[in-house]
């Protein structure tokens, strides 16, 4: 399967990363003319596709154009909330709902 799009995104990606192609391919542990191959639009299995989203800061839904990047707060506040142990994010989530209760005037 092509998609053209997926390829333009995940090279603007590596651009920005400033890796060539031959530097990701390596850290993917795949062939430089593979590469070039899914920069050219092929889509990469499930397995090499986190993978590349991993290492280029982003998701499988953008590459894939599913869906906009998370935006720098957006990030930054699901970081933190992973930081947490799991006690704590109950805390955080239990506060996140009563604070939005009371803004939807359901309290």
């Given at each position: 399967?092509?998609?053209?799009?997926?390829?333009?995104?995940?090279?603007?990606?590596?651009?920005?990363?400033?890796?060539?192609?031959?530097?990701?391919?390596?850290?993917?542990?795949?062939?430089?003319?593979?590469?070039?191959?899914?920069?050219?639009?092929?889509?990469?299995?499930?397995?090499?596709?986190?993978?590349?989203?991993?290492?280029?800061?982003?998701?499988?839904?953008?590459?894939?154009?599913?869906?906009?990047?998370?935006?720098t707060e957006d990030r930054v506040l699901i970081e933190k909330i992973n930081s947490l142990d799991e006690?704590?994010?109950?805390?955080?989530?239990?506060l996140l709902n009563a604070y939005t209760e009371y803004k939807n005037g359901q309290r």
């Amino acid at each position: 399967m092509k998609d053209v799009g997926f390829g333009r995104r995940l090279q603007e990606k590596r651009k920005n990363h400033s890796l060539t192609c031959e530097e990701l391919a390596d850290k993917c542990f795949i062939n430089n003319g593979y590469l070039r191959q899914i920069e050219s639009g092929e889509i990469p299995g499930i397995a090499l596709l986190i993978q590349l989203s991993d290492l280029l800061d982003t998701s499988p839904s953008y590459l894939l154009g599913f869906s906009d990047e998370l935006q720098t707060e957006d990030r930054v506040l699901i970081e933190k909330i992973n930081s947490l142990d799991e006690e704590q994010q109950k805390v955080v989530l239990y506060l996140l709902n009563a604070y939005t209760e009371y803004k939807n005037g359901q309290r």
